[in-house]
């Protein structure tokens, strides 16, 4: 055998595994894509569910969609912001640590998801939120598990599939169970975000969206300040001053507008808690939508992320005790 022969065979693509444009795993990243606005449109698209090994999948999906943004111009970061986030990483730190997950342990996390479902120009009725409530469980390794509850409301397409995920892979970005190990500096966190998950690009929008992902995984109290820290140092971030999540739980919001959209992140100001993550459309004229699809209105709730209850347990099946309160700060 020669050697151009051996280095073929050698090969790691060639003997990998790629779901299928079909598989669960896919079906999940095409509802991501089609329903969550990328936060850069010219540092590459991220989407909620990042697995290595579907890049056929990817591909498959991705030739079926086209979902674009335009770039706006977020404003300059404001005093308000910065004092209510400085206090939110004190509040942090000052916490108790969670609980990290050890060997056969999982970090879960119980949200309830809602995002726009379209419609169509014909059918314009069947436009509207389509909600989910999903538990996650990750473990270290990245395996893990996704259980979806049927979803209500209306849901022509997009809907989240349950699945078991195999060590290697990253489970749904609404937990990161390697939290504890993130750096403790809000610039080595921003630098980590850009160059884990954003191709190496530092995004202000690709930050505010991943630390609301870490601040609900079980991170310990000095990278939960970090990350508040982080967020704080962001611009264009602003306070939104009071605001209620949609299971009523009254907190403080902040969000960061641009490309069409306002990111915003309601936290529990008594512990820091996340509560809930959500997407506004304040400049509709910057969001392109897929032909056929109605266009947005100022003010249109687009998603929405709402963490019900979070913690670490010792199976894929179990439910932390406080799996029917608010979720703790962490995990």
Wanted: aromatic share 6%; hydrophobic share 45%; charged share 15%.
């Amino acid at each position: 055998m020669d050697l151009d022969t051996m280095l073929d065979e050698a090969a790691p693509a060639r003997h990998a595994h790629l779901d299928g444009p079909d598989s669960p795993a896919a079906v999940s990243l095409y509802r991501r894509i089609i329903t969550q606005p990328p936060a850069a449109a010219t540092a590459g698209r991220r989407y909620r569910l990042a697995v290595p090994a579907l890049t056929a999948a990817v591909a498959g999906v991705c030739a079926i969609v086209a979902l674009a943004l335009i770039p706006g111009s977020p404003a300059r970061p404001g005093a308000a912001a910065a004092a209510v986030l400085a206090k939110a990483a004190l509040t942090a730190a000052r916490q108790p640590a969670a609980a990290v997950p050890g060997p056969g342990q999982y970090v879960y996390v119980e949200t309830i998801e809602g995002q726009r479902n379209s419609g169509t120009a014909s059918r314009p009725a069947s436009s509207g939120i389509c909600v989910q409530t999903v538990q996650v469980w990750a473990a270290p390794d990245g395996s893990g598990r996704e259980v979806a509850g049927a979803p209500a409301g209306p849901c022509s397409d997009g809907v989240i599939p349950s699945q078991t995920f195999p060590k290697g892979q990253k489970v749904d970005l609404t937990v990161y169970p390697r939290a504890a190990d993130l750096p403790t500096s809000p610039a080595a966190l921003e630098q980590f975000i850009a160059r884990h998950f954003n191709g190496g690009h530092q995004d202000a929008a690709a930050a505010f969206e991943f630390a609301g992902t870490f601040l609900q995984s079980g991170a310990p109290p000095r990278v939960r300040a970090a990350l508040y820290r982080m967020i704080e140092n962001l611009p264009g971030i602003e306070s939104l001053g009071p605001m209620t999540d949609k299971l009523g739980r009254h907190g403080i919001g902040v969000g960061l507008t641009g490309y069409g959209v306002r990111d915003v992140l309601i936290f529990d100001p008594a512990t820091s808690a996340v509560l809930e993550r959500e997407g506004i459309a304040v400049h509709p004229s910057q969001i392109l939508v897929p032909p056929g699809a109605p266009k947005f209105v100022a003010g249109e709730l687009i998603n929405y992320t709402v963490y019900k209850a979070s913690g670490v347990v010792n199976s894929i099946t179990a439910l932390p005790s406080a799996a029917s309160g608010s979720p703790s700060p962490g995990a």
